[in-house]
């Protein structure tokens, strides 16, 4: 049996603060948060002491970094990322994978799985989250156009057969699309609504049936208009819809980052990186399916300008999100860990420190910079 021990001076949680208690965790699982010191002798110890312990954070929406990709389909690319990750306090991920050929797909979905059981050395994979094909091609971003397809039944069956899939973006405007909803949340995957241009009125109906999170909000999808509300709209406007949100000041202005934060609330608020595999290199060009991207200043964009996913991580999201709202820590660290956790039906285990919750721990120095991070009671990593 292994033990771990965290020292905290300030434990900052999302609905609450607690000074200087210890979390005792077994095997990767919390048994308890305690004010009294009793550590065995064989226990891993770390002493926080006045930096700021929070639970790990989790990314439900990132395609690659440090020039890997989901859709290398490798085992490589995805420790790659799962270390890469773990050095900006993530301590799971959801690996998406974008609009391809099926047998790209497939292979892309197959790797998740192996690195699945077999683990990964930074943070956790949680399972995929397919973004497109079943997309609509008036809302295709940086997603390759000529392979959006309807939804055809027996290739999404056989994705979610691989019991791995966690999360599927869709355009439900698309009759074909809207049919997967059913087949979906009975595999316990959930949908969203994303690369939309749904009106108001459909995406509200595609909320009634059960799609429950929209894809990086006001991007790829129909925007506000005051009389005409759109799929964005309807996002802000539906309480029981979880709002991804892209918090790198360049995809959404800071001041329509208050607005969304505002009308959704931390509980409803997810933030994600959206990262691509430029994330953690320098300015440069790079790939993106068959696309070649441009990264300037940070800004991933194809050909035609369109911006093409991120080069932000979650550490800075948090820091953004703060600035652009005024929310406090405790909020932030909801948004970045239980409320995407929760998005996924995995709030009960991750995104919080508690008895049962697993050992999934990020200590921030008083900067808000990662310092240290540990996923099922294992430290990953430790700034030099
Ligand atoms: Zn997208």
Redesign the pocket.
């Known amino acids: 049996m292994s033990t771990l021990v965290v020292r905290c001076g300030t434990l900052v949680m999302p609905t609450e603060t607690q000074h200087n208690v210890y979390i005792l965790a077994q095997d990767g699982v919390i048994k308890r948060i305690t004010a009294a010191a009793d550590i065995p002798s064989d226990a891993t110890y770390v002493d926080a002491g006045d930096r700021t312990v929070v639970p790990g954070f989790v990314d439900i929406?990132v395609h690659g970094a440090l020039d890997h990709d989901t859709m290398d389909a490798t085992p490589e690319a995805l420790e790659a990322m799962s270390r890469f990750f773990a050095s900006h306090g993530v301590t799971s991920f959801v690996p998406?994978t974008?609009t391809a050929a099926r047998a790209e797909i497939d292979a892309a979905l197959d790797n998740i799985k192996v690195m699945m059981s077999r683990g990964t050395s930074g943070a956790q994979i949680l399972g995929a989250h397919i973004?497109?094909p079943y997309?609509n091609v008036k809302q295709c971003?940086?997603?390759f156009p000529d392979l959006i397809r309807p939804a055809n039944r027996e290739e999404y069956c056989s994705w979610f057969e691989r019991g791995i899939a966690r999360l599927i973006?869709i355009a439900p405007e698309i009759a074909a699309n809207a049919d997967l909803i059913d087949e979906a949340l009975l595999s316990n995957v959930t949908v969203a609504i994303?690369?939309s241009d749904a009106d108001y009125a459909t995406a509200q109906r595609c909320f009634m049936r059960g799609v429950s999170q929209a894809?990086?909000t006001f991007?790829?999808m129909r925007g506000l208009h005051h009389r005409e509300p759109g799929v964005a709209g309807a996002v802000l406007a539906n309480d029981n819809v979880v709002a991804q949100l892209i918090a790198d000041n360049v995809h959404v202005h800071p001041a329509v980052m208050n607005i969304i934060y505002k009308c959704k609330t931390p509980a409803k608020l997810a933030l994600i990186t959206?990262a691509m595999e430029a994330v953690g290199l320098g300015d440069g060009a790079y790939k993106l399916g068959p696309q070649t991207i441009t990264v300037r200043d940070g800004q991933a964009r194809t050909a035609s300008g369109s911006l093409a996913?991120s080069t932000l991580t979650l550490d800075t999201a948090m820091r953004n999100i703060m600035t652009a709202t005024g929310c406090t820590l405790n909020e932030a660290v909801m948004m970045c860990g239980l409320t995407p956790a929760a998005s996924i039906k995995l709030g009960d285990r991750k995104g919080n420190l508690a008895p049962g919750y697993d050992a999934d721990i990020t200590i921030l120095d008083n900067q808000l910079q990662v310092q240290t991070t540990i996923v099922g009671g294992r430290i990953v990593y430790n700034r030099p």
């Open positions: 929406h998406t974008m973004e497109g997309l971003g940086a997603q973006t994303g690369h894809t990086h991007n790829g959206d996913g």
